[in-house]
């Protein structure tokens, strides 16, 4: 029987509810960008909700299989970001419980949604894709509502061209038209103004009644003469008209037939099918086309050849003076041969474009059902690629909530979208075979996350954030202050006799090393790459504070625990050669762009120690005196 832990129930809750708001989130934003995409094609129409609403109904179904794994990736990230946050990871490891057993879970859930993933996309894809695209192209060829704007040329409506300079909203009354009509053609074009006019739809919503009223219409008549410079025009006043303008304002749905040959609107099977169809088709165009060739090359090179010269079949053009046959023939005979020449050059190049359009039409759309079924296993493999990179990177940062993961996994989705795209147009375009680019993004993501795993499972510093930052600090002379506060439980407090003497001997140290280095001064490249690399005095200063510190801490004067904040916290070797090793530092010193800025980058801390142990000496001097004045005093 299947016994299902605490835990796992526990991680499943966590990540399931995460999951399902990051999913519609996610699905949310792909439908924003593929409505975007169309609106173009919906604005203006005077669609019917029913129509819109299934619209994007089809367009949510198509964009569930791209939405599921930007929606692990993130999900993924918030659920262990928050176990490492709240430092629910480390009690788990702390039990004996590794990263594997605890992403087994997850990893069954994941397994499930790759199935969900590729179901949509074999099964419910194809049929959403067929209503959509029918939907979306009946929605471009429906006309557009018909809205007439002001003091604007309006040519939504076909074969004509209305400007209107105002109009009266409530009564539907146009003024001061102008219509010109295309209809019959640019040469026949007809000019229409009116003082004021009306437009209405027909019952059938097929056709425009125009009513116009107290204007005058100029028509061209074609002429028949051709050369004849003046074409005669016809000019005619009303008081009113009336016309008919055929305006289709229905929203009729086309056949879907016209997808039956597109490869998003099958399935693997029948994606199976057309390929192997469309393979013996493209091997057996090219063997035609082959043999096709051969027959005519043979046939034109017998037919360019004399009669009664068999022997020349076998001759090689550059054994002739080409250009002395050519010469020898009368005017005639070579004005005929020329143009037989030309004229079957000009036949064999098109019948050759038009044997190359028909073979890469058809590879193009070899290479394009190929792809959609490759594309069918991968789509559904990278929810369980984005977990193992999403899981180990949210253990990784331990940040929880919708900031630094959410920009990761944006990160990382934008660089999938980026290779995956140019794996499938170098797929697409025959640059690369169809699996080679379509597994392209799964073969580089997927070590990554084996990578990632691997090391988080092991707790791995080389991918601890925070060592990153350690190192930056240190490297850019970044430190913290120092914040002493007052303890709850002390135990032992400061002995105030001794310590004005230990701080007196502190500040006779820093004054006999600051006097004996001078620390304001650039120091010798060539001794400071070559020279020694400890600094044993400011070492021994550095402990010594530290430890004062340390015991003045305990101490419950709010004077006292104010100047210690004062201290500052020193970077004993920060202005010494960067490197432990000596041939690494020496190797620095030759190469002078690195040598350069890392001389002046000590150089830099060497004054900034200058100014710690200034601030070292007035600080004791000002603790001396608190104690003298205020804690001695007073006991």
């Not at 296993?377 to 899981?391: D, E, M, R």
Request: charged residues 20%.
């Amino acid at each position: 029987m299947l016994h299902i832990k605490k835990l796992d129930i526990f991680i499943l809750k966590s990540f399931c509810l995460l999951f399902a708001g990051t999913f519609f989130i996610c699905l949310f934003i792909f439908e924003m960008q593929f409505l975007w995409r169309y609106v173009d094609d919906l604005v203006g129409k005077g669609l019917t909700v029913d129509v819109l609403a299934q619209f994007f109904f089809y367009a949510s179904l198509t964009l569930v299989p791209a939405s599921l794994p930007l929606a692990v990736l993130l999900a993924s990230l918030i659920t262990f970001g928050n176990f490492g946050e709240r430092f629910e990871l480390i009690a788990m490891k702390a039990a004996g419980i590794s990263l594997m057993q605890i992403m087994r879970p997850l990893v069954v859930l994941l397994v499930l949604v790759c199935c969900m993933s590729f179901y949509f996309q074999n099964v419910i894809g194809p049929k959403a894709q067929t209503k959509l695209w029918t939907l979306l192209i009946s929605m471009r060829q429906k006309s557009p509502e018909l809205d007439i704007p002001e003091k604007a040329f309006y040519d939504q409506i076909e074969g004509y061209n209305l400007y209107v300079e105002s109009k009266d909203r409530e009564t539907g009354m146009l003024y001061n038209v102008m219509i010109y009509n295309f209809a019959n053609g640019f040469d026949n074009a007809q000019i229409i103004r009116a003082d004021s006019g009306k437009l209405e739809m027909t019952e059938d919503k097929q056709h425009l009644y125009l009513h116009l009223y107290s204007g005058e219409q100029f028509e061209n008549l074609q002429s028949q003469n051709m050369k004849q410079q003046n074409v005669p025009y016809r000019r005619e006043a009303f008081s009113m008209k009336h016309a008919l303008i055929e305006f289709n304002a229905n929203f009729n749905m086309i056949d879907e037939g016209f997808m039956t040959n597109q490869s998003n609107s099958k399935d693997m099977a029948l994606l199976q099918a057309s390929i192997d169809s469309m393979t013996v088709l493209v091997d057996s165009l090219g063997a035609l086309n082959f043999q096709n060739n051969v027959k005519t090359n043979f046939r034109i090179h017998q037919e360019t050849q004399p009669k009664d010269s068999i022997k020349l079949l076998e001759a090689n053009v550059s054994d002739y003076n080409v250009d002395s046959i050519i010469n020898a023939m009368s005017p005639t005979e070579r004005q005929r041969q020329l143009t037989t020449m030309l004229n079957s050059a000009n036949n064999q190049q098109s019948d050759w474009n038009m044997k190359t359009l028909n073979i890469s039409q058809t590879g193009y759309s070899l290479r394009r059902h190929m792809t959609a079924w490759h594309e069918k296993i991968t789509l559904s493999l990278a929810c369980l690629v984005f977990f193992f990179i999403g899981a180990p990177l949210g253990g990784i940062i331990r940040k929880g909530g919708l900031g630094m993961p959410v920009v990761i996994s944006v990160l990382i989705f934008i660089f999938y979208y980026i290779v995956n795209n140019t794996g499938y147009k170098l797929a697409r375009d025959g640059n690369w075979l169809a699996w080679e680019g379509m597994w392209l993004s799964t073969a580089i993501l997927a070590p990554i996350g084996a990578y990632l795993t691997y090391k988080s499972n092991n707790d791995s510093v080389a991918l601890n954030i925070d060592t990153y930052k350690e190192f930056f600090k240190r490297f850019l002379g970044m430190r913290a202050e120092r914040n002493i506060t007052r303890k709850e439980v002390i135990i032992l407090d400061p002995d105030y006799q001794t310590l004005p003497h230990a701080l007196q001997d502190l500040t006779d140290k820093v004054l006999a090393y600051t006097g004996k280095h001078n620390l304001r001064r650039p120091s010798n490249y060539m001794k400071f790459w070559m020279g020694g690399q400890q600094d044993i005095e400011i070492d021994f200063i550095y402990e010594q504070l530290e430890t004062l510190i340390m015991d003045m801490a305990n101490s419950r004067n709010n004077y006292l625990l104010l100047a210690l904040n004062n201290y500052p916290v020193m970077s004993p070797h920060a202005h010494l050669r960067p490197f432990k090793k000596k041939w690494l530092n020496m190797v620095c010193g030759i190469v002078l762009p690195v040598g350069l800025f890392l001389f002046f980058r000590s150089w830099s801390f060497r004054v900034r120690l200058a100014n710690d142990l200034a601030q070292v000496v007035k600080t004791n001097q000002e603790i001396i005196t608190i104690i003298n004045t205020r804690i001695l005093t007073e006991n």
